[in-house]
């Protein structure tokens, strides 16, 4: 399988250097691997996605292995849901590949033909995921997760880490029986963390998402304290929403800190597309 063309939806053919469609569209492949699917005309601004800082602090804290359990979770889910298919699996909003090489891997294991795919909009995230993770089991590309450059039905399984779609693409995109795992924060996810930065903590929701066109089969909790040093714990604060209402006082403390304890609470969920009616 390959990718569809961003502009006209028709089959993206493979050639020297990068893609094109029957209308002619073209799409080159950058030096380091990764292809860009997203025209001038969907972008919202000059340069969508995560910056250079923003990367950097989520790879260093990454790299600490404090999210490993939650990689291992996810990726076992992939295996256990794509037995038996093609092995055509999605990480939407894959950032710097940290999950999407992992999971790549552990396919790739189980069975030989499978692909893993990741997607973001972030040039940044993906150059650099594509210069590091460079096996033929897993492709990136620069495009929205709003508009899936892949044809219907052509996916087995679809990973949301924090990551947004529209029901109607992820259903579009998978095929019959294909599968979305979802993670979200739990209850206490970084509760301590945003201690630091609002007065008044809410604890997240944790009500399952409805996707339209999906059903609920499995649903699980993931818990554990990580003990962070002064700057992964900033690193950690980089990589969040909130990172915004912190203010230099706080990410000062947060630097300096011999430790910083702090709640890894984790929503993992997996839906099954519907039959159509």
């Known amino acids: 399988m390959s990718y569809q063309c961003p502009l006209c939806s028709l089959p993206l053919i493979a050639r020297y250097g990068g893609f094109e469609c029957e209308n002619n569209h073209q799409f080159d492949s950058a030096k380091e691997g990764y292809v860009n699917l997203m025209p ?14 923003m990367m950097q602090a989520r790879r260093r804290f ?11 979770a996810v990726a076992k889910l992939c295996i256990t849901y794509t037995e038996g298919t093609t092995g055509q699996l999605l990480d939407i909003g894959c950032g710097e590949g940290y999950y999407t090489a992992y999971i790549g891997e552990q ?7 499978s692909i893993c ?8 995230a993906i150059r650099y995921a594509a210069k590091r993770y460079t096996s033929d089991a897993m492709q990136f590309c620069v495009a929205s997760s709003q508009r899936l450059p892949f044809a219907d039905g052509s ?11 529209h029901a109607q693409e992820l259903a ?7 599968i979305v795992i979802t993670v979200t924060p739990a209850a ?18 944790e009500t399952p998402e409805q996707i339209a066109g999906f059903s609920l089969i499995e649903e699980s909790k993931l818990s554990y304290d990580m003990a962070l040093t002064g700057q992964q714990a900033d690193d950690l604060l980089q990589m969040t929403p909130f990172a915004w209402k912190a203010n230099a006082m706080v990410r000062s403390q947060l630097a300096g800190a011999a430790q910083f304890m702090c709640s890894a609470d ?4 997996v839906y099954r597309k519907c039959e159509p009616d």
């Open 62 to 72: 990454l790299a600490t292995g404090h999210y490993h359990p939650l990689r291992a």
């Open 117 to 124: 795919y990741g997607l973001d909009i972030s040039k940044v």
């Open 188 to 205: 206490r996810h970084l509760y301590q963390l945003k201690e630091r930065v609002y007065q008044q903590v809410h604890l997240h929701d």
């Open 107 to 113: 396919l790739l294991a189980k069975q030989p033909q």
């Open 155 to 165: 996916l087995d399984a679809i990973v949301r880490i924090y990551a947004p779609c």
């Open 172 to 178: 579009r995109a998978l095929a019959d029986q294909g």
């Open 266 to 269: 984790f929503m993992i969920r």
């Open 40 to 53: 001038v005309q969907h972008k919202r601004s000059k340069q969508p996605g995560d910056n250079v800082e």
